[in-house]
């Protein structure tokens, strides 16, 4: 089975540039994760969808930060303009219907801003 | 709101030493998920707990949920190389809402 696909997997860019990480969900899953991971802060929740729509984005650290789930099979989480500060990797995860089901993460983007 | 408190932060044994980590919640937990991230990896999901003073074990590793359901702990007996990684607790409340614990880093010396 596929799991959670996350493209890119490596992005280097200078500062102010507009970043764009996208995420394919595993087929079926009704609940989409974004998760940022630094070594100072650990893992962070920074939104999350529910049959598509975004249920909790208090995490998202400020108006730099957008995501969406246009449908069931795909999200995006777009950085502009990125800063150094958002160097980190950023992980997709899906969950099936029903709150105790484990959530499955994609490999990550690791994301570097110059 | 709610938080999940977790240590320690780093642990280094020698192979065949054990290891424990334990999640400690602000608030009462309906359940508590426990994964594990190998170095480059992506966390992968081990377990789920739920109810009151649940017990289970999968090989070496042993994961327990407090009688009030607020605290949890990941016991590994005779750590292996292969036990290396960052393991994270992950309480879910009440409202549905779940959180990650900081994550214990796991370091074994051959």
Redesign the interface.
């Given at each position: 089975d596929a799991g959670v696909i996350q493209s890119p997997r490596h992005e280097v860019t200078e500062m102010g540039q507009e970043v764009t990480l996208r995420c394919k969900p595993i087929s079926g899953h009704n609940s989409l994760f974004w998760?940022r991971q630094t070594m100072m802060r650990?893992?962070e929740?920074l939104i999350y969808f529910n049959n598509n729509v975004p249920i909790?984005d208090s995490g998202m650290p400020e108006d730099r930060f957008s995501a969406k789930m246009p449908n069931a099979s795909f999200s995006t989480l777009k950085i502009q303009p990125s800063e150094p500060r958002d160097s980190a990797v950023y992980?997709c995860?899906s969950r099936p219907t029903g709150?105790?089901q484990?959530?499955?993460?994609?490999?990550?983007t690791r994301l570097s801003i110059l | 709101g709610q938080q999940v408190m977790q240590i320690p932060q780093y642990q280094h044994v020698q192979e065949g030493e054990d290891f424990t980590t334990y999640c400690n919640s602000s608030t009462t937990l309906s359940n508590i998920q426990w994964y594990k991230q190998r170095p480059g990896g992506h966390p992968v999901f081990l377990i789920q707990l739920v109810k009151s003073g649940e017990v289970k074990k999968q090989k070496r590793l042993t994961f327990q949920f407090g009688e009030a359901k607020k605290n949890s702990s990941l016991h590994i007996t005779a750590t292996q190389t292969t036990d290396v990684g960052t393991y994270f607790c992950a309480g879910r409340n009440n409202n549905n809402d779940m959180r990650f614990g900081a994550g214990t880093r796991l370091t074994v010396k051959p």
């Open positions: 998760y650990g893992l929740l909790d992980f995860a709150s105790n484990p959530q499955h993460f994609g490999d990550g | -």
